[in-house]
């Protein structure tokens, strides 16, 4: 039903008459993802899609009957047409691709060779995405540190950096910044105002990683795996272009723009379909150019995929009412939150939207979560850029970086996490990951703050 066209002027339900109460079955989504795997793991890893699936009827029945089938129906497709489905073809196309690159030779996972891995996949994350930086090293990461024991602290960080702060200097590296460009901030705006900050939390998450992975080898002291000095090497190079191929597609996305389409009832701008197209192209392309043997060296398996296609099918219609509330602004339920980003005489103040945007990023998807500050903020990019440049700075590293304080803050933190454990290692669970974050990347954030949004 949600997928039949039909008219969108009947499917509109404004956000100031929405209360917080239609937040619930997104809350209930969240307390399962966290609580589940805990309580119930056989039950959960068996039916994770259709746990999810009832939660979002626990929205769709009571929005329908509130509201009217129409708007509940409009609310859905508005939903997958105009963010689920360009997501998951996205994250399709870097998953399957990142799958297909070998990096061959005997790479050791010693503190010194796991910290300059980081650092490797922090660096390209702004050139190719958080995403395709995340599948293209999580699995080198993993055989280079499978005879160690104390190692979870590396997919941790992996985490904190390659899948999250390393993507803050291009609109090719984290989805809120690419919204950003659409709206019409400029492509290297980015990189020149947010270099100071990602370089300064980048730093110090690579000396405190250094410091945390030299312990847990003193302390384990494990023996390498014995094996013949090889040169390091990349096979499955055809995958690379394709992910040239792939940041290709993003970013003509923001440079033509001919014009808006209809997809089952909704309008889309056509550069987006067929960006769509050449992802789902690029995709099956990866598939048929890349020999079986290299993706099974690669350990190369599609539960991770699903996992993320369904858990975040879910998250993305349960959030819906609780973006409406936000955007709603001052008229919304959230009115109490809105009014925290300017002060007495009206300013914005850049430190508050450093964490509102941050805060709520991590745990809603950070790409809507910027555009409502983005327009809390006025919506006018040349003003941002200009005047506002500290308030934009605030909202895009509140999204870029805080998406990282959770496994649901960004998609690729979730893909690595099922990676990681595919290939046998104990990770985090939901809230044993957010006090990592909690321990090492809030006070961190305090600096950030204090440094440059005071």
């Given amino acids: ?37 805990l309580l119930a793991g056989r039950l959960w890893h068996h039916h994770y899609g259709k746990i999810a699936a009832l939660w979002v009827l626990a929205l769709a029945l009571p929005f329908a009957m509130a509201f009217g089938p129409g708007p509940m129906i409009g609310l859905f497709r508005h939903v997958l047409v105009q963010d689920y489905l360009p997501f998951i073809a996205l994250l399709l196309a870097l ?10 030779g005997r790479l050791v996972g010693t503190p010194a060779a796991n910290t300059a891995l980081l650092a490797a996949g922090t660096a390209i994350a702004s050139l190719m995405g958080t995403t395709g930086a995340a599948m293209l090293l999580i699995r080198p990461l993993l055989r280079a540190n499978a005879f160690r024991r104390r190692k979870t602290h590396s997919f941790v960080f992996f985490i904190f950096l390659v899948a999250n702060i390393g993507g803050g200097l291009t609109p090719l590296g984290d989805p809120p910044l690419y919204l950003g460009f659409l709206k019409g901030v400029g492509f290297f705006w980015t990189a020149s105002h947010l270099f100071a900050e990602v370089l300064f939390c980048a730093l110090l998450l690579l000396a405190a990683y250094w410091a945390l992975d030299s312990w847990a080898w003193a302390r384990e002291r494990p023996v390498p795996p014995e094996a013949p000095p090889g040169r390091l090497g990349v096979e499955g190079k055809v995958n690379l272009a394709l992910i040239g191929g792939i940041v290709a597609l993003v970013l003509l996305q923001g440079l033509w723009q001919p014009g808006e389409v209809a997809l089952l009832g909704e309008r889309i701008g056509l ?76 300013a914005p103040v850049p430190w508050v939207y450093f964490w509102l945007t941050g805060g709520l990023s991590s745990f809603l998807d950070n790409a809507p979560t910027y555009l409502v500050f983005f327009n809390l903020a006025g919506g006018n990019a040349v003003h941002l850029m ?31 996490k099922a990676i990681a454990e595919e290939s046998g290692v104990r990770m985090p669970s939901f809230f044993g990951y957010c006090a990592w974050a909690a321990a090492v990347l809030l006070p961190l954030f305090l600096l950030v703050t204090f440094v440059f949004f005071r």
Wanted: net charge negative.
């Fill in 271 to 346: 550069e987006r379909l067929l960006a769509m197209a050449g992802f789902l192209g690029i995709t099956a392309l990866s598939l048929a150019l890349t020999p079986r043997a290299l993706r099974e060296a690669n350990s190369f398996a599609w539960g991770a995929m699903a996992e993320v296609a369904k858990l975040f099918a879910a998250i993305f219609l349960c959030m819906a009412p609780v973006l409406e509330i936000l955007k709603a602004g001052p008229a919304g339920a959230a009115a109490g939150l809105v009014a925290l980003t300017s002060d007495a005489a009206e």
């Fill in 95 to 104: 998953y399957t691709t990142g799958g297909g690159v070998l990096l061959r």
């Fill in 386 to 416: 200009g005047e506002g440049a500290l308030v934009l700075a605030a909202i895009s590293c509140g999204a870029v970086f805080m998406g990282a304080n959770s496994y649901i803050g960004n998609a690729p933190n979730f893909m690595v």
């Fill in 1 to 37: 039903m949600v997928l039949l066209p039909g008219p969108a002027a009947a499917a509109v339900v404004e956000g100031a008459s929405l209360g917080l109460g239609w937040g619930l079955p997104f809350a209930g989504l969240l307390l399962s993802i966290a609580l589940m795997p």
